[in-house]
C-alpha cells in the first residue's frame, strides 16, 4: 500500500518561510513523479509545483521564485521550501505521487497539512 505523510505546516507571519515534507512508503519513490498541490477554503485544488524523477520542476506562476521543490531519493521524501510568503499561500498543502506503468496512471495522495499565513 503506498502511503504519502506530509508535515511541516503551520502558522507564519507574511514573509516568512516554511519548508514542508513529504515521505513516500510502499513504492519505489525513485521512479515517482511528485508534485504539491494547494487547496484554499471555498476554492479548488491548485498546482503548486512538481518534480520528475529525472529531478525536472514545474511551478504554478503565483508561487515562481519563491517556492523550491526538491526530492531526495535516499530518503523517500520530496520538499517544498516556501519563502517570502503570503496571505495568499494560506491553503491545505497535498502531496501527490504518481506512478505510471505500461497501461496506468496510479496517482496517490497525503492528507494534507494545514499552512496559514497572517499577515
Known amino acids: 500500500q503506498v502511503m504519502l505523510v506530509e508535515s511541516g505546516g503551520g502558522l507564519v507571519q507574511a514573509g516568512g518561510s516554511l519548508r514542508l515534507s513529504c515521505v513516500v512508503s510502499g513504492s519505489t519513490f525513485r521512479g515517482m513523479y511528485m508534485g504539491w498541490y494547494r487547496q484554499a477554503r471555498g476554492k479548488q485544488r491548485e498546482l503548486v509545483a512538481t518534480?520528475?524523477?529525472?529531478?525536472?520542476?514545474t511551478y504554478g506562476d503565483s508561487v515562481k521564485g519563491r517556492f523550491t521543490i526538491s526530492r531526495d531519493n535516499a530518503k523517500n521524501t520530496v520538499y517544498l521550501q516556501m519563502n517570502s510568503l503570503k496571505p495568499e499561500d494560506t491553503a491545505v498543502y497535498y502531496c501527490?505521487?504518481?506512478?505510471?506503468?505500461?497501461?496506468?496512471?496510479?496517482?496517490?495522495w497525503g492528507q494534507g497539512t494545514q499552512v496559514t499565513v497572517s499577515s
Open positions: 501527490k505521487g504518481q506512478v505510471i506503468t505500461t497501461n496506468l496512471k496510479l496517482d496517490y
Open positions: 518534480i520528475s524523477s529525472g529531478g525536472t520542476t
